[in-house]
Nanobody, 118 residues
Framework: VQLQASGGGLVQAGGSLRLSCATS????????IGWYRQAPGKQRELSAA???????TYVDFVKGRFTISTDNTKNTMYLQMDSLKPEDTGIYYC?????????????WGQGTLVTVSS
């Protein structure tokens, strides 16, 4: 399983970006997908997640501004990021989990850099 993230870049505060993560297998194969942010000098942390059953989770800091979604026809997950703040700066990683017969395996994309200027 391979994940390929893209869509990062430099944007001014208040702007928008859409991150994409193409997967090598069907999106429906995953029990969980998520986007994580790693700010400079900090640990990677969850920003948004979506379960196979359709439940979304957002950390408080991004609620109302970020939206996680998928396009199953393209085997791609997205993170729409609106009203960006300088504090959103970091490397964003996509993550996907497959559960097969009780064995859980997690896969990561390579990360895409988002820089929000004030």
């Amino acid at each position: 399983v391979q994940l390929q993230a893209s869509g990062g870049g430099l944007v001014q505060a208040g702007g928008s970006l859409r991150l994409s993560c193409a997967t090598s297998v069907s999106i429906s194969s995953f029990s969980f997908i998520g986007w994580y942010r790693q700010a400079p000098g900090k640990q990677r942390e969850l920003s948004a997640a979506l379960t196979h059953g359709g439940t979304t989770t957002y950390v408080d800091f991004v609620k109302g501004r970020f939206t996680i979604s998928t396009d199953n026809t393209k085997n791609t997950m997205y993170l729409q990021m609106d009203s960006l703040k300088p504090e959103d700066t970091g490397i964003y990683y996509c993550n996907a989990v497959i559960d097969i017969m009780g064995v859980r395996r997690a896969y990561w994309g390579q990360g895409t850099l988002v820089t929000v200027s004030s």
